[in-house]
């Protein structure tokens, strides 16, 4: 069976072209510039030029690349005419990706709602938006189902869960950001989810999997308080997710604080049954680093979604980088293993990185040295979860392996084996220099994993 090295991104963090082949505006394109975020507008300009980030990515050995196909670039306004225009580039890209044998992974959605949706219906509050979501996905898997083996829904599905992001990346523009809303905008993106899911089913031989940004939270002690709040937050924000793809059904114990609590999903027994009679094909995530949890300041009676806001610090045992993200490749292991054990489906790791602000001075080598280490301790951490505790995994996909903006739009932070010459406000000439990672995954990945 083929094991997938690969490399991950979204559309807006590498197209550019953002006006350009009938695009209509995402609520990224009007995003304003600042001191450390770069506008989306040009991007690494794979509109025009991916040619020579996929000549990289085979030459680095790599047999997979995920990327996202824009809503907006694809549908007038998200609910409007199709754009058989940028169907058309999709289309070009995809191919380019298959000759030279990197296999097509494809997410319909990552965060970049249609500016029309969020600000007539705010975005996946409104079951409106959701179906406007499904009719887009069914058509580009209609386009697409016979080149392209492996689907995602929505990337890192379970920030719907939090209430510090979930309304910032569903396309949320007005309102209170309540309770109930959280709610109304998780449900409505797994009946969405749902729905795409049974339709590739339906109607292609492909596979498709939910996917979530895997939070793996540590007590902060061994205080029977901080053990529940962990456990708590891994319920509601991880093992419901989790519960659906596997087993139909939201947690029971998510449910329980719904009915206890009255809060209101506008859910229907009808989306139940929905869950109830699918099936997924893998359980993929991303896996970047953990972090620790403190019952000490967590209100009373607190919705669990909510426990980080109050409760999270940081884990003494751990390193951070400069981002503040808390290096843990035992962690990792442990996300694999915990999958694994409880829902007995094959998992795969899509994305994983380290961003660290890098500078190149035109002439000698990046020696990104922290980031060899950060990916083989990682990558180590991986085989030892397939080899020692049994844990099937598809593949592994790094974040950004030829830099991109980062999710808030800022250049500084690169996660890339290649660097790109530009800033979050000088585009200068784009051009595309190796760093000493590089070479490591060549190796790496000729040797499938052995040479690390």
């Known amino acids: 069976m083929t094991f997938y090295w690969g490399n991950s991104v979204s559309s807006m963090q590498t197209e550019g072209g953002w006006n350009e082949g009938g695009k209509s505006l995402s609520v990224y394109d009007i995003v304003e510039p600042a001191e450390n975020r770069s506008d989306w507008h040009f991007a690494n300009d794979n509109y025009h030029h991916f040619e020579e980030d996929l000549d990289l990515m085979k030459e680095a050995g790599m047999n997979m690349y995920r ?19 940028g169907i058309a580039y999709y289309d070009r890209l995809i191919d380019a990706m ?17 500016l029309y949706l969020a600000d007539t219906y705010n975005g996946f509050l409104s079951r409106r938006t ?67 899911v049974n339709y590739v089913h339906e109607t292609t031989d492909a596979k498709i999997g939910g996917m979530l940004a895997y939070s793996l939270v540590y007590p902060l002690t061994c205080r029977p308080a901080d053990i529940y709040a962990a456990g708590k937050w891994d319920e509601f924000m991880n093992q419901t997710l989790l519960e659906v793809f596997a087993n139909g059904a939201y947690s029971e114990e998510m449910m329980q604080w719904v009915r206890t609590h009255h809060i209101d999903m506008k859910a229907s027994e009808s989306d139940f049954e929905l869950f109830r009679n699918h099936y997924e094909d893998y359980i993929a995530f991303s896996y970047y680093s953990s972090s620790a949890l403190s019952a000490d300041n967590i209100p009373e009676d607190c919705t669990p979604n909510y426990y980080m806001r109050y409760g999270k610090v940081d884990n003494p045992n751990l390193k951070a980088t400069e981002w503040g993200w808390q290096i843990d490749p035992e962690g990792f292991r442990t996300v694999l293993c915990t999958i694994s054990r409880r829902y007995h489906m094959p998992v795969f790791p899509i994305e994983n990185g380290i961003g660290v602000q890098e500078e190149w001075d035109g002439v000698r080598m990046i020696e990104d040295d922290y980031r ?81």
């Open 67 to 85: 990327i996202q196909i824009s809503w907006s670039r694809c549908v007038k306004d998200g609910c409007g005419e199709f754009n058989e225009e």
């Open 130 to 196: 959701a179906e406007f979501f499904i009719r887009f996905a069914k058509r580009i898997i209609d386009e697409f189902g016979s080149k392209v083996k492996y689907w995602l829904t929505f990337n890192e599905q379970n920030l719907y869960h939090n209430p510090d992001t979930a309304f910032r990346i569903a396309g949320y523009r007005k309102g209170e950001e309540t309770e109930d809303e959280l709610y109304q905008i998780l449900h409505n993106v797994m009946y969405s989810h749902v729905s795409i």
């Open 372 to 452: 060899i280490d950060y990916h083989r301790s990682h990558i180590r951490a991986m085989k030892q979860a397939v080899k020692i505790d049994g844990v099937q995994v598809l593949g592994y996909l790094g974040w950004g392996l030829i830099d991109i903006l980062s999710s808030q739009g800022d250049m500084r932070k690169r996660y890339g084996i290649v660097y790109v010459n530009r800033t979050n406000h000088d585009l200068r000439d784009m051009k595309r220099v190796k760093k000493k990672s590089f070479a490591w995954f060549q190796k790496m990945i000729a040797s499938d994993g052995e040479e690390l």
């Open 98 to 114: 298959i000759s030279r044998g990197l296999e097509p992974m494809v997410c319909l959605y990552h965060f970049d709602m249609p």
